[in-house]
């Protein structure tokens, strides 16, 4: 029995605004530190904005701060600065906290770290997150509660065979309650996976053979991303497959591997700026 | 032991619904039967896939569930190693990873089947703890901490068990408490120091020291991790001879971890210890036998440490 998700509707111009805020926000970061991963984190952006905006429901606590009911796991942890400036803007994480990435006074890496607020699972090492995604959302099933469990995985980790581990246990364990959003953005470290591993594609195929619905969406289309999942069959976990452009918004970065980790210097910086504006469908 | 440990975390289970197992194709469901027909909601098999065991076992402690992993140790502890080391550890996971055939028990299967550096591996990992209970009794009583609230609140858990068929050494020892050895024995001049089902050669080899007139200590050292320091120094101080007898690999024990000690508090006893090689020994039959191959077995050792 698939769990409730929050059916109000979502405003898909919003969601265009608050990208490119992020987008603005994580490039000033990347001037702070000589590398980062800015371009994973731009080709899943407005799937982890819909997952916190629209997806995730959450308590206020007295402090004004919500407190998640549902949980959310970035398994590709390299994406993590998308988390990080959704929960500063949220609350959850300071100013200051961004202000000190990847320092030794602060507590924010290049990959989500369990026990900081807001991150529920430690990620960096691919692989692994959907498996823990798979055991909360099996835990809240056994408890019978009616949370959801959110979990972003990059293309790049389903070449880890412990995914496709966690694709069958999902599915033979009915978690309905479970969805995966995919981000297609074709590329691993070394190169274009549509070239380099022909046979990877096609992945939702993949997964429906394993028992899971999955559909296919633009992955920069916040408002298909989240019609894709309020109009799921809901009787066994989802895959929401987004294609998406790695760098997506400067057009220096998009598809060009160099940007998986490297910082844009003063001038790089500036174009970025410039050129980013709101991501339509 | 497997049947012991299953039937003590059953008992627990009924009184703590958070309990649950997740196994990995353990064949058959045997010692752990029980439990799956108890409790089938709780239990949860993989299938031949162990790093999804581990990577369940660490959602779901995360969202308050107690699970133990449990499966042959080289396929709880190797075959997932950087789930283990990543998902538990790193996470501070109160997840209990169960290891059945320690060592070299399953000695006919051959080196794919032995997890004999399981002890060392578990024990490198920062906020692992490792337990090895060496006989059925002893099992109840690590099993019995492994359930109860003081475990829950520290991280992951290795325990190391045998197989079946494991001899009662702990009848009239004192009583088990995690992080301190336990005497099965006491004696004056000569002190044997182990963990696991091995330590009946102690038995064994005490035997052969008393019948040269010298009084003999046996310990168990079923918490190796965190190690009694305290009382493997007192140990050393309070006895001439000092032999260390584990079924594990010479690197990253007991062993090498009292020798450590016996420097660092200046130690004036003898010192021996005895491990398994440091080898894949083709050997396939019986589990003594396979132990004999590597030199662990009564009559080597008491050759070695001049008793014959």
Known sequence: MSAPLRRNSFDAAAARRRCLTYRRRILDISQQVTA???APAFSCLEMVDVIYHGLVRSDALPDGKPAFRDGFVMSKGHGCLAQYVILEEKGILSRDDLARYCRADGRLGAHPDYGVPGIEASTGSLGHGLGIAAGMACAEKIKGSDRNTFVVLSDGELQEGSSWEGFMMAANLRLANLVAFIDLNDFS??????EGHPAFHPVADKLRA?????????????EAIFAAVTGRRGDRPLAVVGRTVKGKGVSYMENVPIWHYRSPNKEEYAQALAELKEIGA | MRNTFANTFYEAALKDERLCTVVADISPAGAMDKFRTGFPHRFINTGVAEQIMIGLCAGMALRGLRPFAYTIATFTLFRPFEFVRDDLCYHDLPVTVVGIGGGVTYSTLGGTHHAQEDVAIASAIPNMSVLAPCDPAETRAATQWAVNEERFRRGPVYLRLGKAGEPELTGTAEPFV????????RGEDVCILGYGPILKLAFELAARFEAKGKSVSIISCHTVKPLDAEGVIEALRRHRHVIVIEEMAPTGGLGPQVKSLAWDSEARCRLDTFALQDAFIHVYGSHAELLAAHGLDTASIARRLGLD
């Not at chain 1, 470290?189 to 549509?194: T, Y």
């Not at chain 2, 995690?178 to 024995?185: A, C, D, I, V």
Request: charged share 25%; aromatic share 14%.
């Open chain 1, 210 to 222: 394993f028992h899971w619905e999955a559909v296919e969406v633009n992955g920069h289309d916040a």
């Open chain 1, 189 to 194: 470290g070394l190169e274009r996976m549509s």
């Open chain 2, 178 to 185: 995690f992080g301190r050895l336990r005497y099965l024995k």
């Open chain 1, 36 to 38: 980062l991963h800015v």
